[in-house]
């Protein structure tokens, strides 16, 4: 709820948490669409004028090219539409940035303006996502699976090369969980080869090798899921790869 006065700096806080937080999931590439009164439509005419030259100017603002479509808006208020598109090149409506002259109307809102008069508040709302589980199906269209390691549900698997390396697996599990990252241990009869095929087509950002050399030096051998051989890395090492690439959330 804002007055007048607030309206632009109010789209504008909103906008800059939409690219903040679609930046963070890797959406670089958006289209935007400004849709205007529709013929039925509740306010009057000078609050759409308002609304809409607002949210015009917040866009020219940032020097954002957009698309205009008239009659396009709800029948409570003018919006931006905010479309994302993934890694081939598909479209999906996202953001919404939404007046509503309804609800401060039906609600009885108001607010006491420096006139010392009542006004009636105006009313921004926002939808950055869309559903939950509607942007979590397009994370998976748009990584097709293969999430960045902070958001991978499981980052690590470690794979003993042999019965006898088991105990030490269990051990590096239980070290790397404690300092919060996403593991598993492949304690299966597989032999090594097919467990890292199966961890590749899972999906899995690393896995690590464990097996005599490994013990002997409280190491691990790591392998990326892109088929890549990092060698042995210490404990502290691949902890530290995992939370630096986490914190910084790297794509």
């Not at 308002?50 to 015009?56: F, G, Q, T």
């Not at 090219?65 to 931006?80: D, L, Q, R, S, T």
């Not at 999430?147 to 003993?160: C, G, H």
């Not at 095929?197 to 392998?223: C, S």
Request: aromatic residues 8%; contains cysteine.
């Amino acid at each position: 709820f804002c007055t007048p006065g607030q309206i632009e700096a109010e789209i504008d806080g909103v906008l800059d948490l939409t690219f903040d937080l679609l930046g963070a999931f890797g959406f670089e590439d958006f289209t935007l669409t400004l849709s205007t009164r529709p013929e039925k439509a509740v306010g009057s005419d000078d609050q759409w004028d308002l609304a809409e030259k607002s949210l015009k100017n917040t866009l020219d603002a940032r020097g954002l090219e957009f698309e205009v479509e008239e009659g396009g808006g709800a029948f409570y208020g003018p919006k931006i539409d905010l479309n994302i598109r993934d890694a081939i090149g598909r479209s999906w409506q996202c953001t919404t940035v939404q007046f509503d002259f309804n609800l401060p109307e039906r609600f009885g809102l108001s607010y006491i303006g420096e006139d010392g008069a009542e006004h009636q508040p105006l009313m921004v709302h926002r939808v950055i996502f869309g559903s939950l589980e509607r942007f979590m199906g397009i994370l998976i269209e748009h990584y097709g699976g293969a999430f960045p390691v902070w958001l991978a549900p499981v980052q690590a698997t470690i794979i003993p090369i042999s019965d006898r390396h088991l105990e030490y697996a269990k051990s590096v599990n239980d070290r790397l969980l404690a300092v919060g990252i996403r593991v598993e241990t492949n304690d299966g009869n597989e032999r090594m080869n097919a467990k890292i095929r199966g961890a590749q087509l899972q999906k899995i950002p690393y896995m690590l090798i464990v097996g005599d050399r490994e013990i002997e030096a409280d190491a691990v051998g790591v392998r990326l899921r892109s088929g890549e051989d990092l060698g042995a890395l210490s404990l502290p090492d691949i902890i530290n790869r995992i939370h630096s690439e986490s914190e910084n959330k790297a794509l």
